[in-house]
T-cell receptor, first 112, second 113 residues
Framework: NAGVTQTPKFQVLKTGQSMTLQCAQD?????MYWYRQDPGMGLRLIYY???????DKGEVPNGYNVSRLNKREFSLRLESAAPSQTSVYFC???????????FGEGSWLTVV | QKEVEQDPGPLSVPEGAIVSLNCTYS??????FMWYRQYSRKGPELLMY????GNKEDGRFTAQVDKSSKYISLFIRDSQPSDSATYLC?????????????FGTGTLLAVQP
């Protein structure tokens, strides 16, 4: 019972490099999310996808792009990484407008 | 001012103590109130969910919502070392701009054996 799977778990990037965080869910959920979690800031929504084929900006979208590849997969791309993007990233999924959001295990990203 | 305020702690209590965790909020449109628990180096998981005002009990956990004061609480009775985690409150309204979950910053709880 995998739930929400995200890769990689750990990554170190140099400033200016690009990378993609991958996320897949096996619960047949319509909605998927990318959050970042920083000390003292809590969980902040970067982008979300209410359904396959749609994406919308969250609270902190600058510097990120997303792709809802199909119903299962939702990727987050950093085109030109900056030290301010050092964070823990969580992918999540839910039924539409649900209060139960299922989170992945997190991806620890350090930009040097 | 943040929409949801939560004391980050850390909160350290002895095993068996009653723990009280709290959040305040400013948006009166919020109607759904959740508590998530996050163990170290893991993703958050839903612990309890309450709609509008009132109390909800689940085992050792009780969630309270006071919409008139814009204040929510999570009580843990007979706390155990396994309860050591970060507890995040979350809330949302219904429809429109308030439909997205807003999380508190989380309170780190340590239950000492």
């Amino acid at each position: 019972n995998a739930g929400v799977t995200q890769t990689p778990k750990f990554q170190v990037l140099k400033t200016g490099q690009s990378m993609t965080l991958q996320c897949a869910q096996d619960m047949n959920h319509n909605s998927m999310y990318w959050y970042r979690q920083d000390p003292g800031m809590g969980l902040r929504l970067i982008y979300y996808s209410a359904s396959e084929g749609t994406t919308d900006k969250g609270e902190v979208p600058n510097g990120y792009n997303v792709s809802r590849l199909n119903k299962r997969e939702f990727s987050l791309r950093l085109e030109s990484a900056a030290p301010s993007q050092t964070s823990v990233y969580f992918c999540a999924s839910s039924e539409a407008s649900a209060n139960t959001i299922y989170f992945g295990e997190g991806s620890w990203l350090t930009v040097v | 001012q943040k929409e949801v305020e939560q004391d980050p702690g850390p909160l350290s209590v002895p095993e068996g103590a009653i723990v009280s965790l709290n959040c305040t909020y400013s948006n009166s449109a919020f109607q759904y109130f959740m508590w998530y628990r996050q163990y170290s180096r893991k993703g958050p998981e839903l612990l309890m969910y309450t709609y509008s005002s009132g109390n909800k009990e689940d085992g050792r956990f009780t969630a309270q919502v006071d919409k008139s004061s814009k204040y929510i609480s999570l009580f843990i009775r007979d706390s155990q070392p396994s309860d050591s985690a970060t507890y995040l409150c979350a809330m949302r309204g219904y429809g429109g701009a308030t439909n997205k979950l807003i999380f508190g910053t989380g309170t780190l709880l340590a239950v000492q054996p």
